[in-house]
């Protein structure tokens, strides 16, 4: 005997309770907190927790300002920012020491540099800002100075000091994409105001016929100068004004602590007696900005070397090697820089083949003079001066 069931009361049954789970769910995700977005600007910034000192206070720029206490400072700046801050010890102090760790391993440092300012005992402290939260110490030491009589005692907060204010830089420029690696390759050496100021003097940032008077951003290019260099020197691209195609090279001679600006496609001229000399081509290769001339023969009557009929003459020729393209274009071209220099060493009675060498040069576009330094072959120094304004040289030495 078969019986027939009647299915259908299981069947509701089961999707009434898959009903239920399935509802028991979608309530559980709904009431779920969910999490807060984390905004790209905030992913990238780091903080610095910087502890006050009685002994001085700290300059930084007030958009880095996230909170500050009586006792502490915390900056928030994004990772890679080129870091600079300017310290001020109060009278009667001298910043002592700096040490820069990560928060979350304080045995591991971060590498910065400290640089004077020229004014007083502020120091500028030089770093790039790491993927990592850091912690700062700043110490301070007691100057030594004359025995004075002990002004009136103060009670004084510790100075936050100057917060609000920006840091003012050569001719109002701001210096970008400077990398640990970059800092590295400058061997500890490098000097933001004074790298800036050698840039502005030497592009000739200020004077309205420049290409480079609308320059307000210096960016570090991440480009590698692939060209001849001299040994011991460093090369680095730089561009302006976010274009990378507006750029100039940066050849830096750690012996001189000075910074040469060049244009990049600019091929400069050899002469044909320079083609010959090995040590010539190597020395303009290697520096780029700097030329070398060479002279024909010139002669004077006076005691000889050569005797021609009844005149007695003696012949003399000239090179000048490492000459600064910039003073030379300063100074009116290479022909009438070079004529001139070539006719005072003629004029003092020097004889034979003579090679000098530029050892330093000075430029102030303001007052529209110039000074430099040639060392002889024969042991002399020729130290010379170019008013442009009345478009004179002036010579001492020999």
């Keep these: 005997m078969y019986k027939k069931r009647n299915n259908r009361v299981l069947l509701t049954l089961v999707l009434l309770i898959a009903g239920l789970i399935a509802g028991l769910i979608v309530l559980k995700a709904a009431t779920r907190p969910k999490k807060p977005k984390v905004t790209e600007t905030e992913a990238t910034k780091h903080q610095i927790l910087i502890y006050k000192s009685s002994g001085g206070g700290v300059e930084f720029e007030q958009?880095?300002?996230?909170?500050?206490?009586?006792?502490?400072?915390?900056?928030?700046?994004?990772?890679?920012?080129?870091?600079?801050?300017?310290?001020?010890?109060?009278?009667?102090?001298?910043?002592?020491?700096?040490?820069?760790?990560?928060?979350?391993?304080v045995h591991n440092t971060v590498d910065?540099?400290?640089?004077?300012?020229?004014?007083?005992?502020?120091?500028?402290?030089?770093?790039?800002?790491?993927?990592?939260?850091?912690?700062?110490?700043?110490?301070?030491?007691?100057?030594?100075?004359?025995?004075?009589?002990?002004?009136?005692?103060?009670?004084?907060?510790?100075?936050?000091?100057?917060?609000?204010?920006?840091?003012?830089?050569p001719y109002n420029l701001k210096l970008h994409g400077l990398t640990a690696e970059i800092l590295t390759s400058y061997m500890g050496r490098f000097n933001d105001q004074t790298f800036l100021q050698q840039l502005g003097d030497d592009l000739y940032i200020r004077n309205e016929a420049s290409d480079y008077r609308g320059v307000r951003d210096v960016t570090f290019s991440d480009e590698e100068y692939t060209g001849p260099k001299e040994k011991g020197n460093v090369y680095h691209y730089v561009y302006f004004n976010n274009d990378k195609d507006f750029k100039v090279l940066c050849t830096y001679f750690p012996q001189?602590?000075?910074?040469?600006?060049?244009?990049?496609?600019?091929?400069?001229?050899?002469?044909?007696?320079?083609?010959?000399?090995?040590?010539?081509?190597?020395t303009s290769a290697g520096t780029s900005s700097r030329e070398s001339y060479s002279g024909g023969s010139g002669s004077y009557g006076g005691g000889g070397s050569a005797q021609t009929g009844s005149t007695t003459v003696t012949s003399i020729s000239l090179d000048i090697m490492q000459v600064s393209k910039n003073l030379v274009e300063f100074c009116g071209g290479k022909d009438r820089f070079y004529d001139q220099v070539f006719r005072y060493v003629e004029l003092k009675g020097l004889?034979?083949?003579?090679?000098?060498?530029?050892?330093?040069?000075?430029?102030?576009?303001?007052?529209?003079?110039?000074?430099?330094?040639?060392?002889?072959?024969?042991?002399?120094?020729?130290?010379?001066?170019?008013?442009?304004?009345?478009?004179?040289?002036?010579?001492?030495?020999?």
């Design 112 to 169: 910065y540099l400290v640089n004077d300012t020229g004014d007083g005992d502020k120091k500028r402290v030089n770093f790039v800002m790491p993927d990592k939260d850091l912690l700062m110490n700043i110490t301070y030491a007691d100057k030594e100075t004359e025995p004075t009589l002990p002004a009136p005692e103060t009670e004084e907060e510790p100075e936050t000091a100057y917060a609000g204010q920006e840091t003012e830089t």
């Design 256 to 282: 001189e602590d000075r910074y040469l600006f060049t244009d990049p496609n600019t091929t400069l001229p050899v002469s044909e007696s320079e083609s010959q000399s090995e040590t010539a081509a190597e």
């Design 351 to 398: 004889s034979g083949e003579i090679v000098g060498t530029m050892d330093s040069y000075q430029i102030d576009p303001e007052k529209e003079k110039a000074t430099f330094s040639i060392s002889l072959s024969s042991g002399q120094t020729v130290s010379g001066s170019y008013d442009k304004s009345s478009n004179e040289f002036s010579f001492t030495g020999l």
């Design 63 to 105: 958009k880095w300002l996230k909170k500050e206490t009586d006792t502490e400072l915390k900056l928030s700046i994004t990772d890679g920012t080129m870091v600079t801050l300017l310290i001020h010890p109060k009278s009667g102090k001298v910043l002592k020491d700096v040490t820069l760790n990560e928060t979350d391993n």
